[in-house]
């Protein structure tokens, strides 16, 4: 394997011969790299962003190259952050799909597994099915409903135990339900909890207005 | 009739506050915490989302009175000889206050190796990053073509006043066998020269004093004997994200000192504390209501009164945390660095540099804040940060794309637009898979003078005019050799190593760490370098440190050391540099090298 990386310096020929394998040969390290970071805990999160500008640049190259170079990814981006946002970083799947045909739209089915044998085991069958078919390319990272990671989990499966019921109408969001997607920012739910800051009142106020509507709706359900 | 809770009732959630792993219990912006923020003169920044913090919870296990350090190995038996010498009455002896021999790190003589630590940092470790550990050695492939290693200078000599290093001190135990919490993390001299800490992955603190200049022995500059050792961090969890938070001390920084205790900022990923390290060495005795066991007296018994009289005692080395700050980041803390006004420190992570004041520890302003709306859209991050020497409202960050910004606080209370941007531009014939991830700097350092900065990336270093934005005025290759190998070193994670910098106490010279326990120092004004080996072969006292050379290609000429011989696990990461003599401290994982120029 190094002596394939190392090969592209010796001379021209061989790095055309070997420049595809090459630039393969570290994408695939790039993939590696981010599958097992994405096991630990704690990903790194400069890490994640150098490998991912890497393999970025890539493929912004490979774009400018004959077509039968072409290489489509769906690039699928996890945001792991949670309300409590201890450490949150960017987990991001990469696919390699290689197609000989020029680049189309990528419905994604299931079925739809990467040419790299050795990459098979590596791919999230859940994240795959929720690409929406936009057109993946390289260059521009798919918004994924980060649900989706969840979508296969029975959320309330897993808060059965926990006795919610003395909370449920007075949280606008209840600490317990899953993450939001993304473009909900992860600092909005921090706003709406009863907190100290001074921009929480707005959003009491929002979540008294819910709550009286609410409680209307319950007085009516239980019908006293 | 169904009865809803009042919301003032419920338990308040803290959210991010408690990521510490601990409950910060406060209501509301208390009227300290109003006080407070009018205090600091500073522009009122945006306030970190979080809002200000209660008044502290319980008593952290570090706020008690300083405790004896938790041993990590048996204290020594009879055969172990007392690691200090006798020295003359009156001067000052640098006990710490566990006993002769002291607990915690042996410093001082090579003991038995020390067990793990109580972390068990191997064990509750978590699948580690790949090839972290042991990183393979590359196998040795035909040498590629030979790369002119920029900037070697023929033969021996050291920098511009051709004075050479001798090996003075090295600390830490010989094992090959190193544990992991032995790996020091970080090394600082504080503003005299006379004290040194070191900070390792298991969360203590060692800090060394330079000895008095001894009469009797005037070849010997004072040496450095371990002060004082504590435990500044414990790991902790953070429940909600069921993730460990490691006590590995990232960055220590001394305050300037003000009186008789000294005071220094740790701090691991996420908490920042400020010590205080005193010394004690009088004891009253006499006191009228404790006997001198300490046993109350007896009021009714007490027939006359005395005035208790201090007397002298064996000095003790104290340690106390005096400020926790927490809870202020969400992401891994970096760099602290503390401001020219020595009221004031910035902190910086990934995403975020907040601004504290030292006596305020409930509330941070954010100034800087990089993270986009959306996560997906990161692609730069924040690598460290420091203030300017001189001017308390300038300040510089680096970002992991290679670039510096520098912040004027004046401008505006959220510093996200720079004052001014340092880039190259890049070299396109030198562009690779890797430009990105090697141009990511790790380190930046103002000179003394406060007119120049220096940056370090993985194969260079670079000193930047802060006058010329788009290009540094020098750069120095500091192991160019590895740009050919950049492939394996990306697969075993060495191209992600932090290297650090620093400059001499006259910025005539830079120096920062390599592979192989080698490190380089670059003299300014003559061009010239020279590599040297922090190793106990060459360890004997006052032996002249023989410069190293890598060989890149060809034939390989005695005493050099090719490439792929490069033990890619011995790296130096850590250098500190006396700030007004020839002193050096390099940190080789679990060795401290204090080297020193020979006098001519």
Do not use: D, M, W, Y
């Given at each position: 394997m190094l002596g394939r990386g190392l090969k592209?310096?010796?001379?021209d020929y061989e790095e055309n011969m070997a420049g595809l394998s090459s630039r393969q040969l570290v994408l695939n390290m790039c993939l590696t790299k981010l599958q097992t970071y994405k096991m630990l805990v704690e990903p790194n999160l400069h890490r994640s962003v150098l490998i991912a500008n890497t393999v970025q640049q890539e493929s912004n190259c490979c774009d400018l190259r004959s077509a039968e170079d072409q290489i489509e990814n769906s690039l699928l981006i996890v945001s792991d952050d949670d309300m409590s946002s201890a450490i949150s970083s960017i987990l991001k799947d990469l696919d390699f799909v290689e197609d000989i045909s020029p680049p189309t739209c990528l419905v994604p089915t299931g079925d739809d597994q990467p040419k790299f044998p050795e990459n098979a085991g590596l791919k999230l069958e859940d994240d795959r099915q929720d690409l929406k078919g936009a057109e993946c390319v390289f260059g521009s990272f798919e918004i994924s409903n980060s649900t989706s990671y969840l979508k296969d989990l029975a959320i309330d499966d897993i808060f059965e135990d926990i006795d919610t019921s003395m909370y449920d109408s007075d949280f606008c969001c209840p600490p317990l339900m899953p993450p939001r997607p993304p473009p909900l920012a992860t600092e909005e739910p921090l706003k709406t909890f009863p907190s100290c800051n001074s921009s929480s009142a707005n959003n009491i106020q929002i979540c008294r207005t819910d709550l009286s509507e609410l409680d209307h709706i319950m007085e009516i359900l239980v019908g006293s | 009739m169904y009865q809803k809770p009042v919301l003032s009732e419920l338990p308040r959630y803290r959210g991010r506050q408690d990521c510490g792993g601990r409950r910060v219990p406060g209501g509301s912006a208390t009227a300290k915490g109003r006080a407070a923020a009018a205090a600091?003169?500073?522009?009122?920044?945006?306030?970190?989302?979080?809002?200000p913090r209660g008044p502290p919870g319980p008593p952290h296990p570090h706020l008690h009175p300083p405790t004896p350090l938790l041993p990590r190995s048996p204290p020594p038996g009879p055969g172990r000889a007392a690691p200090r010498r006798p020295l003359p009455a009156g001067s000052r002896a640098?006990?710490?206050?566990?006993?002769?021999?002291?607990?915690?790190?042996?410093?001082e003589t090579p003991g038995p190796p020390l067990p793990p630590s109580r972390g068990g940092s191997s064990a509750r470790r978590l699948p580690p990053a790949p090839g972290r550990r042991l990183p393979p050695r590359p196998p040795a492939p035909a040498a590629p073509a030979p790369r002119d290693m920029a900037g070697v200078a023929g033969g021996g000599g050291g920098n511009g006043n051709d004075f050479q290093w001798c090996f003075s001190q090295v600390k830490g135990a010989i094992d090959e066998d190193v544990a992991e919490a032995d790996i020091i993390s970080t090394v600082e001299f504080n503003y005299s020269g006379d004290l040194l800490a070191t900070g390792d992955k298991g969360g203590r603190v060692v800090i060394f004093q330079r000895e008095q200049e001894n009469k009797s022995r005037p070849l010997s500059r004072g040496e450095y004997n371990v002060y004082s050792t504590f435990q500044s961090h414990e790991p902790e969890f953070d429940y909600l994200k069921s993730l460990e938070i490691e006590e590995k001390i990232n960055k220590i920084r001394w305050l300037p000192q003000q009186n008789a205790a000294h005071f220094l900022l740790s701090t691991n990923d996420k908490t920042i504390k400020l010590w205080k390290i005193s010394e004690r060495d009088k004891r009253a005795e006499g006191y009228n209501l404790k006997d001198e066991d300490g046993r109350l007296r007896d009021p009714f018994r007490i027939t006359a009164l005395r005035v208790p009289i201090l007397k002298p005692m064996d000095l003790m080395v104290e340690a106390s945390p005096r400020r926790i700050f927490a809870n202020a980041h969400t992401y891994h803390i970096n760099s602290i660095s503390v401001n020219s006004d020595h009221e004031t420190y910035l902190s910086a992570d990934d995403l975020r540099i907040n601004l504290w004041h030292?006596?305020?520890?409930d509330r941070s302003f954010n100034i800087v804040d990089i993270k986009p709306a959306n996560m997906e859209e990161l692609t730069e991050v924040i690598t460290a940060a420091e203030f300017h020497p001189h001017h308390c409202n300038v300040f510089v960050y680096s970002s992991s794309k290679g670039t510096i910004r520098l912040c004027d606080m004046r401008s505006s209370a959220l510093c996200d637009r720079h004052s001014k941007f340092f880039e190259e531009p890049e070299d396109p014939s030198s562009r690779s898979f890797f430009s990105e991830i090697i141009s990511s700097i790790s380190d930046v350092k103002f000179s003394h003078s406060g007119r120049y900065m220096m940056t370090r990336d993985y194969l260079s270093v670079k000193v930047w005019d802060l006058n010329m934005e788009n290009r540094p005025v020098e750069t120095y290759q500091v192991h160019e050799y590895l740009r050919s190998k950049l492939c394996s070193l990306y697969e075993n994670d060495c191209i992600f190593d932090k290297f650090e910098c620093c400059w001499n106490g006259s910025d005539s010279a830079i120096m920062t760490g390599s592979y192989n326990n080698f490190f380089r120092m670059f003299d300014r004004n003559t061009r010239r370098d020279i590599t040297l080996e922090a190793s106990r072969e060459s360890s004997k006292p006052r032996a002249i440190l023989k410069p190293r050379k890598v060989c890149t290609g060809g034939k390989r000429k005695k005493d050099e050391i090719s490439v792929d011989s490069l033990d890619f696990n011995k790296k130096i990461l850590h250098t500190a540099w006396h700030p007004m003599e020839n002193i050096i401290a390099v940190a080789a994982t679990n060795n401290l090298y204090i080297f020193q120029d020979k006098i001519n």
């Open positions: 592209r310096k010796l001379s | 600091p003169q500073l522009p009122r920044a945006r306030q970190s989302r979080r809002g640098v006990t710490s206050r566990r006993g002769p021999a002291g607990h915690g790190r042996h410093f030292l006596e305020i520890t």
